[in-house]
């Protein structure tokens, strides 16, 4: 399982590279994005390090054995540096974070020797890719090599965390928020490594052994790195996964807007700017979504408008009060009273009743100050309350003349297109 969870990292980390280095492609200027070029490249190394088969290999390659714990943690260190590095250009001026970047350069460089000299000392020859720590843990010169590794690592990982979720809470831009949200909570979930590493390490000197359950440190190392990842890339993809999100809204609101449009147009074919041969015409086509939302809200409102002289406004103002007095809010009698308006206009339309000259209703309009969300939302109500159930007092008016046809032809029920769609 563990080694499943490397190469998943792997694989990670090499798509967070290739996302980084696009990113940087674009921007050559930006030195926070070249920190984060080398962080993911590291971490791909490191995560790949640690497949026992890749192992194995590497330790031929240079002839030394074990030589890949030392580049994996090499990696690992100089990479922790590089993040603390690029938050520092996200938060701090140019100047100052160039100071501040050469000074932990500086410090990487010394850690980097000491972990070095450390390991050539401990001269680990027997090959152990899947328990290394766990096996060379008597050794006095691996306690100070591991000891350094983790009080680096640790600190590192401590700052990355306080550092993301101060200036989270300091930044206006959501996404960049919720990515250092995502970094500190990775780079706090971290420290379960640290202190499983630092239990297995004193555990043998003071009396118990803890190193069954070294598979558990990976589990927060791991998940731990996966969500810096996460915190990194999600300020440049997070946008791009909000307006999918508002794409899929929109797709889903036009097609329920679909029943009270196509109501509308039965009445009045003329409202529709560029009508649909058929359904699936309109259910396929999935370009210029926002302006098609657009058009089948102007479209409604139009019809509403054309059938407006039509409505019976003694049925209209009886189903609204109904409706206030069942406890509706203003938006929910405003739906009722324009489902109403619209079944009653369609019905007097078709039995060949005369539109008023004069109508009593007001104009249908959205609520005050409304955008095209509202309108929108306000529709979908109307929707909603025109595809229920005649109330029982509703009794279509019986024709007195053939249909109108001035402009239109004969116009089937609401009721009966909600069964047609």
């Known amino acids: 399982m563990i080694q499943t969870l490397h190469a998943f990292c792997a694989v990670a980390a090499g798509v967070s590279f290739c996302y980084m280095l696009h990113a940087l492609w674009r921007d050559r200027d930006d030195p926070a994005l070249r920190y984060l070029c080398a962080c993911f490249g590291l971490s791909a190394t490191s995560f790949t390090l640690l497949v026992p088969a890749v192992w194995v290999r590497v330790d031929g390659l240079f002839g030394v054995p074990n030589i890949s714990a030392l580049l994996a943690m090499s990696s690992v260190t100089c990479l922790v540096f590089g993040q603390q590095i690029a938050l520092q250009y996200w938060t701090h001026p140019p100047a100052e974070a160039r100071r501040r970047a050469r000074r932990r350069m500086a410090v990487c460089g010394l850690v ?14 027997v090959q152990r890719p899947r328990d290394f720590s766990v096996y060379y843990g008597h050794s006095p010169y691996y306690f100070a090599y591991l000891v350094l590794y983790i009080s680096v690592y640790t600190t590192g990982e401590v700052i990355i965390a306080r550092t993301a979720w101060r200036h989270a809470r300091a930044t206006e831009n959501v996404y960049l928020r919720r990515g250092l949200r995502f970094l500190a909570v990775g780079a706090w979930l971290t420290l379960g490594y ?37 915190g990194f890339t ?5 946008p791009r996964l909000s307006l999918a999100n508002r794409w899929r809204a ?4 036009y097609h329920r807007l679909y029943r009270l449009w196509a109501t ?20 396929l086509k999935l370009g210029e979504l926002e302006f098609r939302l657009y058009r089948r809200v102007i479209e409604i409102r139009d019809g509403q408008l054309a059938l407006l002289p039509y409505a019976d406004e003694a049925a209209v103002a009886a189903e609204a009060e109904a409706a206030g007095r069942a406890g509706l809010d203003a938006a929910g009698v405003r739906a009722i009273a324009a489902a109403t308006a619209i079944r009653t206009a369609v019905d007097r339309r078709r039995a060949g009743l005369p ?25 979908l109500r109307v929707s909603r309350a025109l595809s229920r159930p005649a109330p029982a007092t509703h009794k279509p008016p019986t024709p007195t003349a053939p249909p109108s046809t001035c402009g239109a032809r004969p116009v089937p029920r609401p009721d009966d297109e909600a069964d047609a769609a």
């Open 250 to 253: 929109n797709l889903l609101r």
């Open 234 to 238: 999600f300020p440049g993809w997070g």
């Open 264 to 283: 509308m147009h039965r009445a009045v074919p003329e409202i529709a700017l560029f009508p649909p041969r058929r359904r699936i015409h309109d259910v």
């Open 112 to 125: 980097l020797t000491a972990m070095a000299v450390l390991f050539t000392c401990l001269d680990p020859s």
């Open 194 to 230: 640290s202190a499983i590493r630092i239990v297995n390490l004193c555990g043998p000197r003071l009396g118990f052994d803890f190193s069954h359950r070294d598979e558990i440190s990976w589990v927060f190392g791991n998940t731990g790195s996966l969500l810096t990842m996460l």
């Open 355 to 379: 539109p008023r000259q004069k109508p009593a209703l007001p104009a249908p309009a959205g609520p005050p100050g409304a955008d095209l969300d509202s309108e929108i939302a306000e529709l």
